[in-house]
């Protein structure tokens, strides 16, 4: 009589089996058609077997392929620009967010917009929800006494990726340039901007609310706008700097 020690040997029910095949077959499913639904899966799986649609599912659930996460979207490949001070006025903005909180800890955001050329701040505007709608409307608002920018460089933030910015800079005929990801430095004008405006002032006090970061924000934009020198625009205010470009810079007929 032939021996087998139970360590070698041991009887696999047959719904076991069964099971270990509906699971090969579901996990294959997902990596290819990540997208797909139970029943998606189960059109699919009748074409070869002959399993009991409640036994799917069952499996389908335990792997937790009813809980599947969506998968992050992926950016197209950016390409690297270099980042050159423009030679005219208004030809390229430098957009970005900056987060901070309140005394009662609740986080307000703040849209900061910035003109290339001259590192004149055209906008910082305090609140605590700025959705893609709401920064095309304020965009809209700079370019009535400033005209539409030709570039606008951002991050691939989501209000800078959507739809509703996209339409509205098409509308505009305007370029969007978005930096590539975890490449701040492509945006090297506004993050020094940013880095000025936490220091004079984000960092500097202490908000109730926020007409109070308004009230002490829009002095401090006049001052560096007309007073504070930029070693980077020969030691010149941004609006100093750019009248004195206009009266130096001779235009061909």
Request: proline share 6%.
């Amino acid at each position: 009589m032939c021996r087998i020690g139970r360590s070698v040997y041991r009887y696999q029910p047959k719904k076991q089996v069964v099971d270990t095949k509906i699971k090969k077959v579901l996990t294959d499913l997902a990596k290819v058609h990540h997208r797909w639904g139970f029943d998606k899966m189960m059109a699919k799986i009748k074409e070869n077997y002959a399993w009991n649609h409640k036994r799917v599912y069952r499996v389908y659930c335990e792997l937790k392929l009813n809980l599947r996460i969506k998968p992050r979207k992926r950016f197209s490949p950016r390409e690297a620009k270099m980042l050159v001070q423009p030679i005219v006025s208004n030809h390229c903005w430098s957009l970005d967010f900056m987060s901070n909180t309140l005394s009662n800890k609740r986080k307000f955001r703040t849209l900061n917009v910035i003109d290339d050329y001259n590192r004149e701040c055209l906008l910082i505007e305090p609140a605590f929800s700025l959705p893609s709608m709401v920064v095309t409307r304020l965009l809209d608002q700079v370019a009535e006494s400033k005209g539409y920018p030709e570039v606008i460089r951002s991050d691939n933030g989501p209000e800078f990726i959507s739809s509703d910015f996209t339409k509205w800079a098409e509308q505009h005929n305007i370029l969007l340039h978005h930096i590539q990801p975890g490449k701040p430095a492509q945006n090297g004008f506004i993050e020094r901007f940013n880095r000025t405006y936490r220091q004079d002032i984000l960092d500097a006090h202490w908000f109730y609310n926020l007409e109070e970061v308004r009230e002490i924000t829009e002095p401090w934009v006049d001052q560096y706008n007309n007073e504070r020198p930029h070693e980077s625009l020969a030691n010149l205010s941004p609006i100093n700097f750019k009248k004195m470009r206009d009266k130096t810079t001779e235009i061909p007929l």
